[in-house]
């Protein structure tokens, strides 16, 4: 049964909801989250599983104050923690950080977040934090940028991974989501990279469960259970519990009884301010 956190503005709407529903504080403070998750049963649910996945849009602040409210409220020592956000070369990084050689102080510029291409510091530094002063492991789950391209190039095990109807609403998502000014020949190829990342954050969690839990901080993108991580990891560990929370912007869809079948449980949270992220690509394009 899907469980929804609803923000408390959207009572009104909420009140006539089928009896699964739950009305919570939003995830605007990270206090805010703890109240709705001692008030409620996401935790409850989760806490049981071998595999937590915690989806986020990355620019959403209250998904990163939800994230780490979670990991105070789960996290235990000798757990691991996948982060989509650091990759393999950076991992000898986050091993000196975890070792206490590195204080956290440093770790922004040792990670060169600036030029990483993830948004503010403030929405993930917690995250490392919190994970370090629990004695959880933290480990990579990307590429870096130079094996992007290499991944990018077709190959049969990526083409060979999702049937095809589930291939053809992978590339529709990546054109909708580059504001749909991708050449059609360049969709496989992002299609790929999807792909390669949900594989590999897989591998990082079977690999490094060692009888203890294994969340993954990610993308909702990527924490799909159709066609995302859950989905191969299901394939490699399939004695284990997985649980997928989806954290979800408050849109007309997520006020529906049952929106996102793709996860196991969903969060919504406000929108973040309107920006035209299209704009940028338009102009790279050459598009009015």
């Not at 510091?121 to 994970?131: D, N, R």
Request: with cysteine; charged share 25%.
């Amino acid at each position: 049964m899907k469980e929804l956190l609803l923000p408390l503005f959207l009572l009104s709407v909420a009140a006539c909801a089928p009896s699964d529903r739950m009305i919570a504080p939003s995830g605007d403070t990270v206090a805010n989250a703890r109240v709705a998750l001692e008030n409620g049963k996401i935790a409850t649910r989760l806490q049981d599983a071998d595999f937590i996945l915690i989806g986020e849009k990355h620019d959403n602040p209250d998904h990163h104050n939800v994230q780490l409210a979670l990991l105070q409220k789960l996290l235990k020592k000798g757990d691991v923690v996948v982060f989509e956000m650091i990759n393999q070369e950076q991992q000898p990084v986050i091993d000196r950080f975890i070792a206490g050689d590195l204080p956290y102080s440093a770790l922004k510029e040792a990670l060169n977040w600036e030029t990483s291409g993830w948004p503010d510091w403030a929405f993930y530094g917690p995250l490392f934090e919190q994970a370090q002063k629990t004695g959880a492991r933290m480990v990579y789950g990307n590429y870096p940028k130079s094996e992007i391209r290499q991944q990018m190039v077709a190959r049969k095990d990526a083409l060979n991974s999702l049937d095809p109807a589930k291939m053809a609403q992978l590339n529709a998502d990546i054109k909708s989501s580059h504001c749909d000014l991708l050449p059609d020949e360049a969709l496989q190829p992002m299609s790929n990279i999807q792909i390669a990342r949900d594989k590999l954050m897989a591998r990082q969690l079977a690999d490094n469960i060692k009888g203890t839990t294994a969340f993954l901080i990610a993308g909702n993108g990527h924490v799909r259970k159709d066609r995302g991580v859950p989905y191969y990891l299901s394939q490699q560990a399939k004695d284990k519990s997985i649980q997928v929370l989806g954290l979800i912007e408050d849109t007309d869809q997520a006020t529906l009884s049952d929106p996102f079948p793709e996860y196991d449980l969903v969060w919504i949270t406000d929108a973040t301010p309107y920006k035209d992220h299209c704009a940028a690509l338009k102009k790279r394009f050459g598009k009015s």
